[in-house]
């Protein structure tokens, strides 16, 4: 701190300051409404028409983060969160991402900063282990490997450029190209494709439990081909957005294989319950599919972003992403004996992300994240059994990891009206959401310090609205 406007002391102070102002916000968020509850503009109407000429002390910009940024916060690290899907954070992960905005390292090239790749490959060989994946995705191992994106939506992105650019190989335009994925897949895989210029995209059927219906996918690329298409991609979901559910994987790798398909899976939310044995789906598909994706910053205690994604064959993907002007040339790359992390995303610089999933996996140990992911599951599958109780409640889908599906018997208003109603009391936050048509309550399970009485205390807010 040498060359910046705060000496090497003041920095240490406001550091502790800091650090007791975060220690205090994970202590109370269970006591702050979960929602914000501001109006647009609001936030902007407290911060001054222009930036300061002068300096201002650090004081007031650590006074502020109450008076201005809190009251602008949903807080998804509250024990009452269960909208959307977790984005859970932990202590060594809030601190490992201290440590790599101080470092500041960029990790374009294994030279720009070795550690950054080398410990960011080591961790995902080490997550190939933890979750029940295929050995050759380890990049020690090969021809596959991981690598650290922002999003899922990054990584199904690069799924579809990758399958773009092997079509075109094959000698298809991506005028051609044709990618699949089921009618609940996430957004993120339309937009994948979209933006990877793929311009054919069939949303496929799905069964009464919401999942892919492998004989629909096969009869849609059948036409695509009698149309001179080119089948190109399909993405199976586990544990889609809506319901959580499983596309048959391996089903649908019996297909991507017959007509030649990339295969990616979305795992987004579920994969990070793969790190519990009983908890694994569909592995022999997964084995066999070409690219795989899940978030560590979903339910794995790790910042966003953290997005994990495998490919089998890291070639592909290399080639499609590799562009090498002079000023990156260097001995090391040459050698071929090095990752350069560049060839494996699109933007250029990349930071330390894989400090924060290095320093929760050896924090928490594996079991202690299993303990977590297993007693999320038994507090979901705990009020599953409350709402099947419940005569005036129908669950609308199996619960599935740490998600609760369910609406009012009386329909899509009155399961509006539960949902206002459970979130009016502040303390907890639910999201309601429509699948074909059908209103219902999203109960997702997994926000870092949720507890059974936190559970309890969202079962005891829905049963006396009822
Ligand atoms: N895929 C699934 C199944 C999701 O549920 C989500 C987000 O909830 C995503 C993809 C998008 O994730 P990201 O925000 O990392 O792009």
């Known amino acids: 701190m040498s060359r910046s406007h705060i000496s090497s002391d003041e920095f240490r102070r406001h550091g502790y300051e800091l650090v007791d102002w975060v220690a205090d916000y994970m202590e109370r968020v269970g006591s702050l409404p979960v929602q914000a509850r501001v109006a647009p503009g609001d ?46 954070v932990s202590a060594p992960s809030v601190l490992a991402e201290l440590v790599a905005a101080a470092l500041g390292a960029q990790g374009m090239l294994w030279s720009t900063s070795p550690a950054l790749t080398e410990v960011e490959s080591h961790v995902l060989d080490w997550l190939v282990d933890l979750l029940g994946l295929p050995e050759r995705w380890k990049t020690a191992v090969g ?49 994948g494709a979209r933006v990877a210029a793929i311009r054919h995209l069939r949303p496929i059927d799905v069964d009464e439990n919401y999942a892919l219906r492998p004989r629909a996918l096969d009869e849609a690329i059948l036409r695509d081909l009698e149309q001179g298409l080119a089948p190109a991609i399909v993405t199976s979901t586990v544990g889609t957005t ?3 559910a499983v596309d048959p994987v391996g089903e649908v790798a019996a297909i991507a294989e017959r007509h030649g398909l990339w295969h990616h899976v979305d795992a987004a939310y579920a994969g990070s319950a793969f790190i519990c044995p009983e908890l694994r789906v569909e592995q022999d598909g997964i084995a066999r599919v070409d690219s795989f994706v899940f978030n560590a910053h979903k339910w794995m205690f790790t910042n966003f ?36 992390y560049r060839d494996w995303q699109l933007p250029l610089g990349r930071r330390f992300r894989a400090l924060k999933l ?44 740490g998600l609760v599906c369910f609406r009012h018997v009386d329909g899509d208003d009155a399961t509006d009206a539960l949902a206002e109603q459970i979130n009016r009391d502040g303390s907890v936050y639910v999201i309601p959401s429509t699948v074909d048509e059908l209103r219902f309550i999203r109960v997702a399970v997994g926000a870092t310090p ?4 936190d559970v309890e205390r969202l079962w005891s807010i829905v049963s006396r609205t009822l």
């Open 43 to 88: 936030i902007r109407a407290m911060l001054p028409p222009a930036a300061p000429e002068d300096p201002e002390p650090f004081e007031a910009l650590v006074r502020d983060l109450d008076s201005v940024v809190l009251p602008g916060i949903t807080h998804w690290q509250s024990p009452g969160w269960f909208a959307y899907f977790p984005a859970n």
């Open 143 to 191: 021809p596959g490997g991981g690598v650290i994106q922002s999003s899922a939506s990054d990584a199904t992105h690069l799924a579809h450029v990758v399958a773009r650019e092997l079509a075109k190989e094959r000698g298809a335009s991506s005028e051609h190209a044709v990618a699949y994925a089921s009618s609940q897949a996430h957004s993120s895989i339309e937009k």
């Open 242 to 244: 809506g319901t959580c």
């Open 305 to 340: 972003d953290c997005s994990v994604f495998w490919v089998a064959d890291r070639a592909p993907l290399n080639r499609a992403m590799s562009v090498l002007p002079p000023y990156l040339r260097n001995a090391a790359s040459e050698s071929g004996e090095v990752i350069d």
């Open 358 to 401: 290095w320093w929760v996996l050896r924090s928490y140990g594996a079991s202690g994240i299993r303990d977590l992911i297993r007693e999320h599951v038994r507090l979901a599958r705990w009020l599953g059994e409350r709402v099947d109780e419940h005569p005036s409640l129908a669950r609308v889908a199996p619960v599935a990891f």
């Open 450 to 453: 949720t507890t059974a009485a």
